[in-house]
């Protein structure tokens, strides 16, 4: 057997799970069905060539949409999820538990979980947060690029020197609704204490690696550590920014940081948000520096392996909202098998390539939310 065909078994017979993906937040902005084969990151046909079984589907908010709209804006979203199940239910099911996972993956359809990406969603309000995951959201990230008045993020200025007491109370809630604590986006302070608080291990489900990458969203090797000490996971994020640090540099020379553009939004009429959100979106990634090579994803996932352990690493590709920049050779979620292929080649075992594609995410999701 040939190591292409080798690779290509084992990426088959995998559970593929990519713990991060903005694609709602451009079926609400543009219509999109993602039914239908596009240019774009992700579609059902991608999906399918990826090998991607479970894909977690992140509700973003932008900033301009706080403190009063957010939670109108997140509700758009799992609206176009649940049209798009209602509207390929062959293809594609919402998994609310590991077994779900299990069996719509045996069933030769894609698993859908939702991810709220950002606490503004909640608007202050637990009830909010309660009805989020009686639609279904299994996971929350505490908040984005923005600090709220209860949870800092790490690239803006710290508010409540990490969590404050609401804080605290939401994290204590998610414990108690079984949701994932997603500490992507925070402070270092911030994952410390969630690490302290969460009865339940806790994930960054689109993070990399600092020591590898100097950017305030990457984790320190001390804070890997630490989350696989309590059983989570990290899933490798591939935008391009957050693994090549001279394309995060060039990127900062050309045009500042982008997330000054979310931290600082304009204030927006009610009724002229959803314009300017969209307006907003196609402006991120424009003019992006040369795009490094593949094996920056490879070499981030292989660092979190050697601080965190094999068992502690995942995928979260964070692909798909405004065609974010990536490493050359991965264009969309189809070329997922290539990420088996380049681990093989640097020497891991099939049965760790496995845990690393998705087994990881599995486990944990099973221990927080039950078989």
Known sequence: MSALTAASAIHEQSLVWDAHMD????????GIDLGVRSEAQADLTRWREGGVRAQVFAVWIDTIYAPYHAARRALQ?????????????????????????????????????????????????????????????TSMTLTHTASLDWVDSSTDRPRSGGLSP????????????????????????????CLDLSSAPIIASHSSCRALTNHPRNLPDDLL?????????????????????????????????????????????PEDLDDRARERSQGFFKDPPPRPPFARI???????VQVAGVDHVG??????????????????????????????????????????????????FREVRGE
């Open 225 to 269: 550590k630490a989350i696989a000490a309590r059983g989570g996971v990290v899933g490798i994020n591939f935008y391009n920014e957050f693994i090549d640090q001279g394309y995060r540099d060039e990127l900062s020379r050309r045009t500042g940081q982008i997330i000054a553009q979310l931290n600082a939004p304009p204030v927006v009429p």
């Open 77 to 137: 979203q799992i609206d176009a999820l649940y049209c798009l199940l209602e509207r390929y239910p062959d293809q594609i099911e919402l998994a609310r538990t590991a077994a779900e996972v299990l069996r719509i993956a045996a069933d030769g359809k894609l698993a859908a979980m939702i991810a709220i990406e950002g606490g503004v969603a909640i608007q202050n309000d637990l009830g909010l947060l309660r009805t989020y995951a009686r639609l279904g959201a």
């Open 166 to 193: 609401f804080g605290r109370e939401v994290v204590r809630e998610m414990n108690r609704l079984r949701m994932m604590v997603d500490v992507s986006h925070v402070s270092d302070d911030v994952v410390r204490q």
């Open 23 to 30: 694609s709602l937040v451009r079926v609400v902005e543009h």
């Open 298 to 304: 490879l070499e981030h996932i292989d660092h979190a």
């Open 315 to 364: 995928i979260g590709s964070d692909l798909d909202s405004t065609m974010i920049p990536t490493p050359l050779g991965m264009d969309s979620v189809s070329d997922f098998p290539r990420l088996t292929e380049g681990l093989l080649e640097w020497g891991y075992r099939p049965d760790d390539v496995a845990k690393i594609l998705g087994g990881n995410f599995l486990r944990v």
